[in-house]
Every structure is written in C-alpha cells, then in structure tokens.
C-alpha cells in the first residue's frame, strides 16, 4: 500500500531530449491547424465584407443565421471528435487494422447526427427566440440557415475526417483543403452575392448558397485525399465497410457527447454574454464585439496547440508510454503558455491601433481598448485551461471536464458576469461581464489543471 502512495505521488519521468522531440512534433502539427482555422475565420470575414456592402438587412441576417449556425455546427462537431482519442489511441497501440472501422463508424454518426442538425436549421425558432429580431432580418436569417442544412451533413462528414487526421498527426491534407475551399467561397459569394455573374444580386442567399458548395468540395477532396494520400491509403478506410455498430457508436458518444456539450458552452456563453451586452447601447455593443473578435482570433492559437497535444497523449497513452505523454503535455503548456503570455502583451502595447483598425469612432474605440486589457491576461489562462482539458481528451476523460466548463463558462462567467455588469454594488457594465470571463478561466485552469495532474498519476500506476 505504501508503495502504490508513493508511486501516485510521482509524475512519470522523461528525458530532456524527449521534451524537445514532442515540442517539434506538437509545433509542426500545430501550424498548419492554425493556417486552416485562420483561413476557415476568413470565410466569415468575406461574407461580412460583402454583405457590408450589399445591404444592411442581409448583413444582419448573416450574422444572427451565422450565431445560429455556428452554436448547431460546433455542438455537433464537439461529438465527433470522439474519433479523434479513438484513433490516436489505436494508432499509438499499433492497431493499425481497427483504425479503419473505427473511422467507419464516426462516418456513421456523422450521419445520424446530421438528422436532428439539419431539423434544428430548418425550424430554429428556438435559438432565434432567445432575441428580438427585426421581421424582415428574421425572414432573411431564415432563408438563410434553411440553404446551410443543405450542406450540414457535408460538413459534419468533412468534421470526422478533419478528427481523424489530427489524431493521426497528419495536418497537411486539412491545410491544402482549407485554403482551398476558402479561396472558392470567396469567388463564389462575390459572383452570387453581387450578380456579378449575369444573374440577380442574391445577397445573403449568395453566401448560403457559396457556404453549400464550398462544403460538399470539402468533403469530395477529403474522400480524394483518403483514396490516394500516400500516407492514409494503406490504412485502406474504404474498405470491407461496415454497418453501424452499436457497442462502437456507444463508444463514441460517451466520449464525445461531453466534448460536444463543452463546445456549446463555450460557444453559447459568448453568445448570451453579447445579447445581455446589447441592452447596454450601440457604442458598448460595437466596442465589445471588436474585442470579442480580437479574443477568438487569438484563441486559434492555444487550440492549435491542444488540438496537436490531443493527439500526441492520445497516441502515448494508446501505447502506454506515460513518459512520452507527461513530456507531451508540459511541451503543450509551455508552447501555447508562452505563446499566449506574449500575444498578451502585444495586444496591451498596440490596443489603440488594433481598435483604429475596426472602427474610426472615438467613443466605441474608448470601450474596447478599455476591455482589451482584460483580453490580454485572458489569454495565458485560456490556453492552459484550452491545454489541459485537450488533454484530458487524450486520455477520454471528458465527463467531468464537461461540468468544470459549465460551472466556469455558465456559471462564474455568464451569471456572475450578468452580476457584476448590472447588479453589483457598483455595477461595472461591460467590464464586468470580461471580469468574470478571466476569473471563469483562472478557475478552469486550476479545476482541469488539478485533474489532469491527478489523471496523469492514476494512468502512470
């Protein structure tokens, strides 16, 4: 009994030289992840662009369809990323040969999932009724989301591919398609939304209709790249396909229906926080959504790192080489730790002339460079907290991380951010809601921290 106390008190070891080797391994994944999220970002750049330009009504429409879209899409893709620790572990375990089915099967609920995705876009008089919306910004948001169903099972398809090349380590194929697909939906929109080639100006339906193409090409070259990679044809996906299984599918969704719940809370925290903001006035609300932008900008970079530190423990812990994953995973923390602490600092330095770039208003630019140094701090914690619980999802722990980022995000920073913002002693407006942002992730940091440390202990014994 002794023994086994002292051998949970102690963190496996590892070799210097294998702290290196997992920081190259982790940054040479990572980069190219973060090209492909930047360039994925640009879509909705273009199609804010062009709409700015076309019509308010259609400008508005895409971003409440956009909001709506981006909540469904992301709650959905959280769950498939249960591929992404199923096949890293197969692939660290040497079990080359069940990797195939594996995927297989997260096609299969790629599709059972698109079925109630697809509904919630054609009827989502839920999520459009947690705001006022002028009549004809509804009509068009509608019409809107109703063209994306179109392309939801694409994506979703496209989703479990993208999971199942991380955890392989293998980003380049998501880069090429990336950049790709965005360059497409930018020519696209442009000729639909604008008419530009011979038809009528079809505004926000043009983006719809460019976001259904773009997604169903994503998905034709990822089939194109799983047939003829040199790299993921042996691993002959295609091959002696199976039906679904149950025990498999359960698998999957124990893993990632708790991933898929922390994606939406997450996403949706930002959501409500900004509909809570919108009562505060037009300059408060603009301001704010220039560092909101500024944030999620900033965050592709700690995902990055954890999506590439996912894989790395993953396919440790498949293997059982508990030095390879502690190394993985101070690598990960020291990476995007760093990284973000520096990012920081940036945006404190240069907050006046990164707001000058959104807005040429005195009083909206006050307001964000005002919250900007929440921002900056905010940025160290949200990569460690972004790190860890990635981690935790390389050794499928994922339910307990679940409800530490719904007390964190929902809890502390959603409540207690409504709180400070209107009822405290001295409400501190929109101020208060990103004071209680940096405190929810200082507490998830800490909570998942904690855990992952434990975590760490236990697979070591």
């Not at 006022?132 to 179109?150: F, M, T």
């Not at 900008?297 to 993953?314: D, F, G, H, R, S």
């Amino acid at each position: 009994r002794r023994a086994k106390s002292v051998t949970l008190r102690a963190l496996p070891r590892f070799p210097p030289a294998m702290l290196a080797q997992q920081s190259r391994l982790i940054v040479a994944h990572a980069a190219p992840i973060l090209i492909a999220q930047l360039a994925s970002m640009g879509m909705m750049v273009i199609d804010t662009a062009l709409l700015g330009h076309y019509g308010t009504d259609d400008l508005a429409a895409v971003a409440v369809g956009g909001g709506v879209y981006i909540s469904v899409v992301f709650a959905f893709v959280g769950i498939l990323q249960a591929v992404a620790p199923t096949v890293a572990h197969l692939h660290g375990a040497g079990r080359t040969a069940e990797i195939a089915p594996a995927l297989q099967q997260g096609f299969w609920l790629a599709v059972f999932l698109a079925v109630p995705g697809v509904g919630l876009l054609l009827y989502p008089d839920l999520l459009l009724g947690l705001s006022r919306i002028d009549p004809p910004v509804e009509q068009k948001a509608r019409a809107y989301l109703a063209l994306l169903a179109g392309g939801l099972p694409a994506v979703l398809l496209y989703r479990t591919f993208h999971a199942f090349c991380n955890a392989l380590g293998h980003p380049r194929p998501l880069l090429v398609i990336s950049l790709a697909a965005t360059l497409l939906h930018a020519l696209l929109a442009w000729l639909l939304v604008t008419g530009s080639a011979g038809g009528a100006p079809l505004g926000v339906l043009g983006c719809g209709w460019s976001n259904v193409a773009v997604a169903w090409f994503s998905l034709f070259a990822a089939s194109l790249t799983l047939r003829g990679s040199a790299r993921l044809r042996p691993l002959r996906v295609f091959a002696g396909w199976q039906l679904p299984r149950l025990r498999a599918l359960v698998e999957l969704l124990r893993l990632g229906l708790p991933m898929g719940f922390s994606n939406f809370v997450e996403i949706s925290s930002f959501t409500l926080m900004a509909l809570f903001v919108a009562q505060l006035g037009a300059t408060v609300v603009a301001g704010h959504r220039i560092v909101a932008n500024l944030a999620a900008l900033c965050y592709m970079l700690p995902l990055a790192l954890a999506i590439a530190t996912l894989a790395q423990v993953a396919q440790a812990a498949g293997g059982r080489d508990w030095a390879r994953a502690h190394a993985s995973i101070k690598a990960g923390f020291l990476w995007a730790g760093g990284l973000s602490a520096g990012l920081g600092v940036l945006l404190w330095l240069v907050a006046e002339a990164v707001t000058s770039v959104w807005t040429d208003d005195p009083a909206v630019s006050a307001v964000a460079v005002g919250l900007l140094g929440y921002v900056a701090v905010y940025q160290v914690f949200d990569a460690v907290q972004t790190i860890a619980a990635h981690a935790l999802r390389g050794y499928k722990i994922t339910f307990v991380p679940m409800f530490v980022h719904l007390v964190c995000f929902w809890g502390v920073g959603l409540l207690g951010g409504w709180w400070l913002a209107f009822h405290a002693a001295q409400p501190l407006g929109v101020a208060g809601f990103w004071l209680a942002s940096l405190l929810s992730l200082v507490l998830a940091a800490i909570l998942l921290g904690a855990l992952l440390r434990r975590a760490m202990r236990a697979a070591s014994t």
